[in-house]
């Protein structure tokens, strides 16, 4: 059984999608992030960095047998997952790299970026003159397009 720590966001989301993918048990934590429960004691011992998701596989990384694995970061917990499936990497060498490169290129590029202009374009205070923005909704909003253009 694996614990996840998640709340509704897409790096949230990439971890419990890859768990019900993968078919494996886990049990749903929510940590409520509006309310800064990433930062209470409790979770900040699965994850000092106090961000979601993260996980802790019961069974650890051995088998039934071994010490709990606790894990954070997404593309670390979506490695992980596929590694103890084998579903999600290709067995060929070279095709695993490609498919690690391209889990690199959005944690790296996609997740940031797309996260950036949609904080310029909606999320910023209401108080905040338009001039005040215009260079990061211009800076991330070209970036999101190079990015598209990429895939």
Same mark, same amino acid.
């Given at each position: ?5 998640? &709340? ?15 078919? +494996?048990?886990?049990? +749903? ?8 429960? !990433? ?38 917990? +979506?490695? &992980?997952?596929? !590694? ?23 944690m790296g590029g996609v997740g940031p970026n797309f996260g950036q202009a949609f904080h310029f374009l909606h999320q910023h205070p209401e108080d905040v003159p338009d001039e005040t923005i215009? &260079? ?16």
């Amino acid at each position: 059984m694996i614990d996840l720590y998640t &709340y509704r966001t897409s790096n949230g989301r990439k971890a419990s999608i890859m768990l019900e993918e993968c078919g +494996l048990d886990y049990a +749903l934590h929510i940590v409520d992030i509006t309310r800064g429960e !990433q930062g209470e004691p409790a979770f900040r011992i699965i994850n000092p960095n106090g961000r979601i998701p993260a996980i802790v596989d019961r069974e650890g990384a051995g088998g039934p047998d071994s010490a709990p694995l606790v894990l954070f970061e997404s593309g670390a917990i +979506l490695l &992980y997952l596929a !590694q103890k499936t084998g579903l999600f990497l290709p067995e060929d060498e070279k095709d695993r790299w490609r498919a690690v490169q391209w889990l690199m290129w959005q944690m790296g590029g996609v997740g940031p970026n797309f996260g950036q202009a949609f904080h310029f374009l909606h999320q910023h205070p209401e108080d905040v003159p338009d001039e005040t923005i215009e &260079y990061g909704r211009s800076r991330y909003g070209a970036e999101v397009t190079r990015l598209c253009n990429v895939m």
